[in-house]
Structures are given as C-alpha cells and as structure tokens.
Nanobody, 120 residues
C-alpha cells in the first residue's frame, strides 16, 4: 500500500508563504493525477490545485495567482507553494495522488494532512 506523508504546515502570518510537501513511498514517475485539497472546520473538503500526467494544472479561484503545484520525480515528492496567505486559507491540507499500474488499473491514495493556520 502506498503511503503519502504531508509536511510543511504551521502557523504563519497573513501575507506570508508556505511550501507544503507530500512524500510518496512509491515512485511518482507514472501517475495519472496529483492534487491538493483542504478542509476547514465545518466545511467540506475542496480542491485547491491539481496537475494531470500531461502537466495541465488547475487552481481553485480562491488561490489562483498565488499558488503553484509542482513535482520532483527523483524525490518522489509533490509540492504546493502558497503565497500571500490569508486567514481564509486556514485548513488541513491533504495530498491526493492517483497511481497508474502496469496492469492498467489505477488507485487513489491520500495523506493524513498537514495543518495550516494563518493569523490576521
């Protein structure tokens, strides 16, 4: 079973920046999709950013222009850079990767999350 471990969260001041990391126990060379989601207390989980196997990216309107999703295949790591942080960005952020296997199947895996708190 693939393990995904997020890190990089913490308490930051409004206007600051964070780079979240998601380290996979399995190579991320052959994946269909990678994404970051977040969930604030009392709210449903929402998509923040994703990148497909072709390199196409998409960002939520709330973070568009100040977020970047990227990957480092050699380090088996997916990143989310968020700049100009706002209190509204406070949430637990989750990494999601869909792996493609040689037999043609695919599976989604989630990390345990990393908490981001943005002070005003």
């Amino acid at each position: 079973q693939v393990q995904l471990v997020e890190s990089g969260g913490g308490l930051v001041r409004s206007g600051g920046s964070l780079r979240l990391s998601c380290v996979s126990s399995e190579t991320i060379f052959a994946i269909n999709y990678m994404g970051w989601y977040r969930q604030a207390p009392g709210k449903q989980r929402e998509l923040v950013a994703f990148m497909n196997s072709a390199g196409t990216t998409k960002y939520a309107d709330s973070v568009k222009g100040r977020s970047t999703i990227s990957r480092d295949n050699d380090k088996n790591t997916v990143y989310l850079q968020v700049n100009s942080l706002k209190p509204e960005d406070t949430a637990v952020y989750y990494c999601n990767i869909q792996f493609a296997w040689p037999d043609g199947t695919s599976d989604d895996y989630w990390g345990q999350g990393t908490r981001v708190t943005v002070s005003s």
